[in-house]
Nanobody, 126 residues
Framework: QVQLLESGGGLVQAGGSLRLSCAAS????????MGWFRQAPGKEREFLAA????????YYIDFVKGRFTISRDNAKNTVYLQMNSLKPEDTAVYYC???????????????????WGQGTQVTVSS
């Protein structure tokens, strides 16, 4: 079974940047669409961005468009989330997830993700 591990979180000042990574072990991500989500204290988990298995299509929730970029390097079995212009309200635990349907066409619905990482904390100070 594929295990996902996020890294790259930390403490950053408002306006700063972080790049999160999501690496897989126990299997390959290269044929799966991937997504990034986050959950702030007291709030529900929310979708941020997704990328097709081939990397040729991406989708973002409106409030991260222009600030966050999802990408993947299938040769490294890794997915990334570049986050720029961070705001204090971006503080949350960030999760990557995989929809375990090989060569799935398009972006899967938020409820369709099968594998989840443990999350990485991002804290943005004002």
């Amino acid at each position: 079974q594929v295990q996902l591990l996020e890294s790259g979180g930390g403490l950053v000042q408002a306006g700063g940047s972080l790049r999160l990574s999501c690496a897989a072990s126990g299997g390959s991500l290269v044929t799966y669409p991937m997504g990034w989500f986050r959950q702030a204290p007291g709030k529900e988990r929310e979708f941020l961005a997704a990328i097709t298995w081939s990397g040729d299509n991406t989708y973002y929730i409106d409030f991260v468009k222009g600030r966050f970029t999802i990408s993947r390097d299938n040769a490294k079995n890794t997915v990334y989330l570049q986050m720029n212009s961070l705001k204090p309200e971006d503080t949350a635990v960030y999760y990557c997830a995989a929809h375990a349907v090989a060569w799935y066409q398009g972006i899967p619905p938020n409820s369709a993700y099968d594998y989840w990482g443990q999350g990485t904390q991002v804290t943005v100070s004002s």
